[in-house]
């Protein structure tokens, strides 16, 4: 199966806050990422968390892991149309510097 | 913050052609690079591992003599896709690691195979 694994689409609309999934399957993972990617460009890191953290925060975004159960959450408080993009969950296998594995991402559609 | 960038940002060449795409670290020294690959709608897939100085490791199934990979200095590594088919027509990204836990994305190069 696939190492990491999320929804492929998420609606809401503008204001409301957005909740994206992601569980992973190896438990050695080391860190975890949220990229972000809009049509037709590059990734952009929104933010990452270590795997002995439970919760980071950063503005409008608050990453939520259960180590336990392999699940990695994105909060997005206060939607806006411009969050409308593909969202990657990616783990890093064994230390930092090493190649990641990314989900199928989840794309967001933000109604206004 | 840190930058990387792609050269070409798309390409369109007649099959059986090679094409070469760089990868620059613009702030940092990038002792790492890394070559993925994403189809539309997928997600993205490692091909190599670069390391400046030393041969690249490839993933299982890509081919080492279609994909070459070059990584001459800390902040410059190149894929040359020989031979180009139309499969061969994707979204290539480089990331670029100075060792620490983030990795830098470029804007990626898409390639069209006719």
């Known amino acids: 199966g696939e190492d990491v694994e999320q929804s492929l689409f998420l609606s809401v609309r503008e204001g409301d806050s957005s909740v994206i999934n992601c569980t992973y399957t190896?438990?050695?993972?080391?860190?975890l990422y949220w990229y972000k990617q809009e049509p037709g460009a590059g990734l952009q890191l929104l933010t990452y968390?270590?795997?002995?953290?439970d919760m980071k925060q950063d503005q409008r975004l608050t990453v939520l892991l259960n180590k336990k159960d392999k699940h990695l959450s994105l909060r997005i408080a206060d939607t806006q149309t411009g969050d409308s993009a593909i969202y990657f969950c990616?783990?890093?296998?064994?230390?930092?510097?090493?190649?990641?594995?990314f989900g199928k991402g989840t794309t967001l559609s933000v109604s206004s | 913050g840190a930058v990387v960038s792609q050269h070409p940002s798309w390409v369109i060449c007649k099959s059986g052609t090679s094409v070469k795409i760089e990868c620059r670290s613009l702030?940092?020294?990038?002792?790492?690079m890394f070559w993925y690959r994403q189809f539309p709608k997928q997600s993205l897939m490692l091909m190599a591992t670069?390391?400046?100085?030393?041969?690249?490791?490839?993933e299982q199934g890509v081919e080492k003599d279609k994909f070459l990979i070059n990584h001459a200095s800390l902040t410059l590594s190149t894929l040359t896709v020989t031979s180009a088919h139309p499969e061969d027509s994707s979204f290539y990204i480089c990331?670029?690691?100075?060792?620490?836990?983030?990795?830098?994305f470029g804007p990626g190069t898409r390639l069209l195979v006719l």
């Open positions: 990616a783990e890093s296998k064994n230390q930092a510097g090493t190649a990641l594995i």
């Open positions: 702030d940092f020294q990038a002792t790492t």
């Open positions: 670069s390391n400046e100085g030393s041969k690249a490791t490839y």
């Open positions: 990331s670029a690691s100075s060792g620490d836990e983030t990795q830098y």
């Open positions: 190896d438990s050695s993972s080391t860190y």
């Open positions: 968390i270590f795997s002995n953290m």
